[in-house]
């Protein structure tokens, strides 16, 4: 009992449980390279950071005074009671928003951690120097702020709670680099111990909490999964500098997973856009463009448009069909009754397959969860690589609520704005049916030359009325 | 432990975290988002190891705010993430066979 105790007082045990918890994240999230496995590995992951908490409740002096273990409590229900409803609740349409929103309470406990570690050892101003954890302290309340302000502003934005398309200010860049200027060089002021002020800490957090929201107010809707990415690294790098600070290698680590992460999707999704990370955070996708969509669209000629009934008689005698699901099909609430189509199809012999894009959706991989839902099984999903060679196999391409992904302007019109970003290749295809609310642009508000196509047929309507009715009159026939 | 050491982990969790998450298949990346936002929730571990320095009403509230953010963050994020896993793992028919049997062979 004695070794025991001193076991936990010098700390060993502490330090052995965090080793065991941030092995426990890097095993289960490597469960995450199969859907098979992924469950598991997200339970194991689960289980690490059980191990983690309980491991910092028995670190000394934690639970001393007599408020705070009451305060700790506390805040643990108020998290719970607001995370489980949450998670429970949550729409599979709505989960970017809701991973938005946790990115940014995430990056809000860094900042106010880093700020009351702050107040703690470094207000006073003696000695500042040799304070090692002082720089990540700072970087963590800059880092942390932003990624705050700029989540909840993204959430505001795929909640529709603010306008989608991108909000600009003039002179919006030499502000964004004011304020970056304003936090750096007041850490530096901080750090170099000249100064003393608390007063300064707060002036950091209140920069980069409006640099926070002028970097993400005027992206445009279509770049949401490029921030969603984004804000989700700088989270996590807030966490990682935040463990440094602490001495908390459990931070440390899955701080540091989530930032390798974030970083990895950014990439990818910057890359399936053909666009760079500092073009689209220097903003404005749909701002700069709008005026020659609007151009463009008059001289393109008339669109087909087409019925149900059409659309089924040409789906059941096709050998293959591809749909080609976006945004709008999310919107929609669609996903069940396209799982129902897909059925359909397949009684009759039909081979039917998906066209993910990468970018489809609000977030990476939010077309591949919402087909999930509706128990679409993941072999039938291919992703853009695999699926476009395909298309000249493919007799029938079903467009549902898919626009800029699928616009062929960005093979063939070098002054497109969205030129040179990897598209599924529908026009390659026999025909192609597209399903749309009107005649309105897509999210970038671009105009989509694949609409006025002689071989394209569009059905107008809500999409999921539409396959609804695509379906029963397949299985009419 | 030394700066240096913590640098060291901070640099060997960033290439064990490139290695594993760039194998991750496109189609799991929205789970592994919500997963990674419970598992940045472990900043929920620093407004516990603070809590018992707040001095003021000030800090106290912000620390219960900051332990309430990081739980939302853990408990949300890992059931969310469970409970879209289920949906990718569930299959109750399939036309294609190969697929099927990996399911039943779990």
């Given amino acids: 009992m004695i070794v025991a105790t001193l076991f936990i007082q010098r700390l060993n045990f502490i330090d052995a449980c965090y080793i065991v918890a941030f092995s426990l994240f890097i095993y289960g999230m490597s469960g995450l390279t199969g859907p098979r496995t992924a469950p598991r590995g997200n339970k194991i992951a689960a ?111 795929l909640q529709e709670i603010l306008p989608g398309r991108p909000i600009k200010l003039p002179g919006q860049s030499i502000i964004n680099g004011v304020l970056f200027v304003i936090c750096v060089g007041s850490a530096i002021v901080l750090a170099a111990g000249t100064h003393s002020q608390g007063l300064f800490i707060v002036g950091i957090l209140l920069a980069a909490a409006l640099l926070g929201n002028m970097v993400v107010l005027p992206i445009g809707g279509a770049d949401m999964p490029v921030v969603i990415s984004l804000l989700n ?194 026009d390659q295809s026999g025909s192609v049916i597209v399903l749309k609310r009107s005649m309105a642009s897509g999210f970038a508000g671009i105009d989509n030359p694949l609409f006025y196509e002689p071989k394209t047929a569009l059905l107008f309507g809500d999409a999921k009325q539409s396959v609804s009715d695509i379906t029963s009159e397949v299985r009419a026939l | 432990m030394t700066t240096i050491t913590e640098i060291a982990i901070l640099v060997l969790a960033a290439f064990v975290g490139f290695e594993v998450i760039s194998k991750v298949p496109n189609t799991l990346h929205t789970p592994l988002m919500s997963g990674t936002n419970a598992i940045h929730g472990v900043v929920l571990l620093g407004g516990l190891l603070l809590m018992h320095e707040a001095t003021g009403v000030l800090e106290h509230v912000l620390l219960v705010i900051a332990i309430a953010f990081g739980t939302i963050n853990i408990v949300g994020g890992f059931l969310v993430t469970d409970r879209m896993l289920e949906m990718f793992k569930r299959k109750p028919e399939l036309p294609e066979g190969s697929a099927d049997k990996e399911i039943e062979g779990k």
Avoid: C
Avoid at chain 1, 126 to 144: D, M, R, Y
């Fill in chain 1, 47 to 157: 289980a690490g950071m059980a191990i983690a908490i309980v491991a910092t409740l028995f670190t000394p002096h934690v639970l001393s005074g007599s408020s705070t273990p009451w305060l700790i409590a506390l805040g643990l229900v108020i998290g719970t009671a607001v995370g489980v409803p949450a998670a429970r609740n949550v729409r599979m349409t709505a989960i970017p928003q809701m991973v938005a929103l946790f990115n940014g309470v995430g990056g809000g406990a860094v900042a106010i951690i880093a700020w009351i570690e702050y107040r703690h050892h470094f207000a006073s101003g003696a000695s500042l120097w040799v304070e090692k954890s002082q720089i990540p302290t700072l970087f963590a309340a800059i880092v942390g702020s932003i990624s705050f302000w700029g989540s909840n502003i993204a959430f505001g934005k």
């Fill in chain 1, 233 to 426: 690294a700088f989270t996590g790098l807030s966490a990682a500098a935040m463990g440094i600070a602490l001495n908390n290698t459990a931070m440390i680590v899955a701080g540091m997973i989530v930032g390798a992460s974030g970083t990895i999707l950014t990439n990818l999704m910057a890359k399936a856009m053909n666009r760079s990370v500092p073009a689209i955070v220097a903003g404005g996708f749909g701002g700069a463009i709008a005026a020659p969509a609007a151009a463009g669209a008059e001289d393109r000629g008339p669109v087909r448009s087409t019925s149900a009934q059409d659309v089924a008689i040409q789906l059941s005698y096709a050998r293959q069909v591809v749909i080609a699901p976006g945004y709008g099909m999310a919107v929609a609430q669609a996903q069940h009754a396209v799982r129902e189509l897909e059925k359909a199809l397949e009684t009759k012999g039909v081979t039917v397959k998906f066209a993910i894009h990468p970018v489809a959706g609000r977030m990476p991989g939010h077309m591949n969860v919402l087909l999930a839902e509706a128990d679409v099984p993941y072999d039938l999903l291919k992703e853009m690589d695999e699926i476009n060679p395909e298309f000249g196999r493919t007799d029938v391409t079903l467009v549902i609520g898919a626009n800029d992904v699928t616009n062929p302007a960005a093979k063939n019109e070098p002054g497109s704005p969205i030129y040179g970003m990897p598209i599924l290749e529908v």
